[in-house]
């Protein structure tokens, strides 16, 4: 994927070299916080970092552990298709998990999920908008409805791939009790520092709290971290723009190949649906050193799909010619 700029790389370099690498790191990560809650116009109470989102996601399966209503066990409701570690960190802990497929446009299905919401009432809700695989956000007003259906519940909206989308979802977070906001720097250029976190109601996080390892976000994650809410903020945003400026163009020459449908999208790949079987292509182009990602193995509507990541110009071009062949 395009890179940040040399003058950011040269500052992210001048932060790493101010050592103090015998110290541990600031337990509390509060300029990081403070960093981010001004940058999102929320308080510093209301942010907790952690080691990518997949960390926060543990946090939360951690500390929502007390079964509802008649339930013998936590009961975590999500999507699917959707990202795969909401099942998998919850079957780790020996929660109950709830899929509730999207609809054919893979968007929200909600009626569905709110049959599954009185039938077992959630601790959890985890809906990621940009979704991933599929792309796409889910409507405001279907994603609205299962906020308010699962009101004893936490909603977890996922936006790791908002930089990317028209829009963001703060406003139902401003809007209910019950919402929370997971993001990460691991998909704007940062993901060897392996940082996310969570936007919630400050009661929600010190409860969180009190559920996290000491010392969990690294030194250097933290000063990289700071720097991509603040001095390199803009730099950060030119980068999305690059990515969205590249995946329409790429998809622009996608879809004029015969055999390929491709998804709008508002994340930072493009989500294709072919006529050959999805197995089929990912095997061809794996053979030609190009990797994407396949969900054939699922079966159903998914053996025609794959997701696409948006390149440098020059893979994107790679792909878009060996996908002329193969179509």
């Known amino acids: 994927p395009p890179l940040l ?17 015998q110290r541990y790191p600031d337990p509390s990560a509060s300029r990081l916080r403070h960093a981010i809650a001004e940058n999102l116009g929320v308080t510093p109470e209301e942010i907790l ?23 013998d066990v936590a009961t975590v409701l999500t999507t699917t298709p959707t990202f795969v570690m909401y099942k998998l960190s919850s079957r780790c802990r020996g929660l109950r998990v709830m899929e509730v497929p999207l609809d054919q446009d893979w968007d929200l299905a909600v009626d569905s999920l709110r049959s599954a919401i009185a039938f077992t009432p959630p601790n959890l809700v985890f809906i990621a908008s940009p979704n991933n695989p599929t792309g796409n956000l889910m409507s405001p007003d279907r994603l609205e409805q299962v906020i308010q259906a699962a009101a004893g519940a936490l909603v977890v909206v996922d936006e790791a791939y908002i930089a990317y989308a028209q829009r963001d979802q703060l406003d139902l ?6 919402v929370a906001i997971l993001r990460t720097l691991s998909k704007v250029g940062f993901a060897a520092f392996r940082l996310g976190f969570l936007i919630a109601r400050p009661n929600v996080v010190a409860e969180l709290d009190k559920v996290r390892l000491p010392y969990n976000v690294p030194t250097p994650t933290q000063r990289v971290a700071e720097l991509a809410f603040t001095e390199l903020a803009s730099d950060v945003s030119r980068l999305a723009e690059q990515v969205v400026g590249e995946r329409s163009r790429l998809a622009s020459k996608l879809g004029d190949l015969p055999g390929l449908h491709i998804a709008p999208s508002q994340a930072n790949f493009l989500w294709l649906r072919t006529e050959r079987p999805a197995a089929q292509l990912y095997e061809s182009l794996k053979e030609r050193s190009i990797l994407v990602r396949s969900f054939h193995g699922r079966g159903g509507r998914l053996a025609h799909q794959l997701r696409v990541t948006v390149g440098t110009p020059s893979e994107n071009d790679e792909l878009a010619r060996a996908l002329a062949e193969l179509t």
């Open 5 to 21: 700029g040399e003058g950011a790389q040269k500052r992210l370099v001048e932060a790493l070299s101010e050592g103090s690498w």
């Open 49 to 71: 970092p952690g080691v990518g989102s997949d960390e926060v996601i543990s946090l939360l399966l951690t500390a929502f552990v007390r079964p509802q209503g008649k339930s």
């Open 173 to 178: 977070y401003r809007r209910y009790d019950n």
